[in-house]
DNA sequence: TAGGCCATCTGGTCCT
DNA sequence: AGGACCAGATGGCCTA
């Protein structure tokens, strides 16, 4: 792909004004008031300006410099383009709000189903929300690691299991991950040996001993859901062998709807973890619920650090429920 | 204040 | 022609 860079006006041009649709209200025709007029600030003038305003120009008013432009128009190569008409301005316009609002919602179901995959990670918290990149990293590196404990390689209660879980994870959510299997410390866990050097701010090693650590929020922390590790143990034992995987994830969740006993889980959780709060998608009943998220009932509730959290509106960012930002990475 | 993360707009490309 | 997808650019918010 060719990348274009930020194109700026050319030595002799003109400041050019921004599009008609611009003037007056700086809000777009469709009513969004999150449009940014960012594109038209500090004299930067992008591809779609250069070409609506100086044709807009030509329109408007007729003067010795369209007629060099027109000079040099006829000089370049390729097709030539059509006159910007107003019509076509207008058309231009609908088609780009409309584009726009295409966008908007291809991101916002990107985003839903990155807030799906958030849920059913073994550390889902609703204080500290993982990042993109990190939900990614960490979802990556669960697969990896439920393969090899089906593969009989790992236990789901070895510290390998969580070394796994963490690789390539940034401390804080290395962090994370470590609080919500309740593991006690481990020098270097989940770095790698040859990228230990490459944590700027490593406080403490990960673990226990790094709860007080200035950069982590007190807990509570998320929790590991023990009803991941169950759906492992009960699919080793053959439970679910008659449930193809795409029936697992019918429920929106990916996770296969449980009837079980309601034996204490089987987990690392029932031997280190002190309480096991019972998972939003668990019930006691152990019968499988959607999530509240799911349902979009996601309830008002306040955070370790007074915030509120609660249904999150792309559209007003200051609502944004509070995270863990981290800047410790190591790729 | 710098840096990380995010939402949004935008133009290009590919496909139907 | 129009939609989906992608990547660049930009400003806002937040934290260290």
């Known amino acids: 792909m060719m990348i274009k860079p930020y194109v700026r006006q050319g030595e002799g041009e003109e400041a050019l004004s ?32 250069r070409e609506m305003g100086s044709e807009d120009a030509q329109e408007d008013d007729e003067d ?51 807030e799906n995959l958030r849920t059913i990670m073994p550390c889902h918290s609703k204080t500290q929300k993982l990042s993109k990149i990190e939900t990614l990293r960490l979802a990556r590196n669960y697969i990896c690691a439920l393969s090899e404990a ?39 866990t989940g770095v790698r040996p040859e990228d230990r050097h490459r944590v700027r701010a490593a406080p403490a090693p990960l673990g226990v001993a790094s709860y007080s650590s200035p950069g982590l929020p007190s807990p509570p922390y998320g929790t590991f859901d023990s009803a991941h590790l169950l759906h492992l143990r009960a699919m080793k034992g053959g439970v679910y062998e008659n449930h193809s995987p795409s029936e697992y994830s019918a429920g929106g969740v990916g996770t296969p709807p449980y009837d079980g006993p309601p034996t204490p889980p089987l987990s690392i959780s029932s031997n280190l973890m002190p309480k ?3 998972s939003p998608h668990y019930p006691p009943s152990h019968h499988y619920s959607p999530s509240p998220v799911d349902q979009g009932l996601y309830q008002t509730q306040t955070g370790y650090n007074g915030h509120v959290e609660g249904p999150y509106d792309s559209y007003h960012p200051q609502h944004m429920p509070p995270r863990q930002i981290t800047s410790v990475y190591r790729d």
């Not at 960012?38 to 003038?45: A, D, I, P």
């Not at 593969?151 to 959510?173: D, I, N, V």
């Open 18 to 49: 921004p599009p008609q649709w611009m003037d007056g209200d700086m809000s777009s025709p469709d009513g969004d008031a999150s449009v940014s007029s960012h594109c038209y600030l500090e004299g930067g003038v992008n591809q779609q300006d």
């Open 64 to 114: 010795d410099e369209d007629g060099q432009e027109e000079e040099n128009e006829s000089k370049r190569r390729g097709p030539k383009k059509k006159r910007m008409t107003k019509a076509r301005q207008e058309r231009f316009r609908a088609r780009r709000v409309k584009a726009n609002a295409r966008e908007r919602s291809r991101m916002h179901g990107l985003n839903d189903a990155l």
């Open 150 to 188: 089906l593969e009989g390689g790992l236990s789901t209660e070895s510290r390998a299991f969580m070394e796994t879980l963490c690789k390539g994870l940034s401390q804080p959510t290395s962090n994370l991950v470590a609080g919500c299997l309740q593991l006690g410390p481990a020098s270097g």
């Open 276 to 278: 096991q709060e019972p």
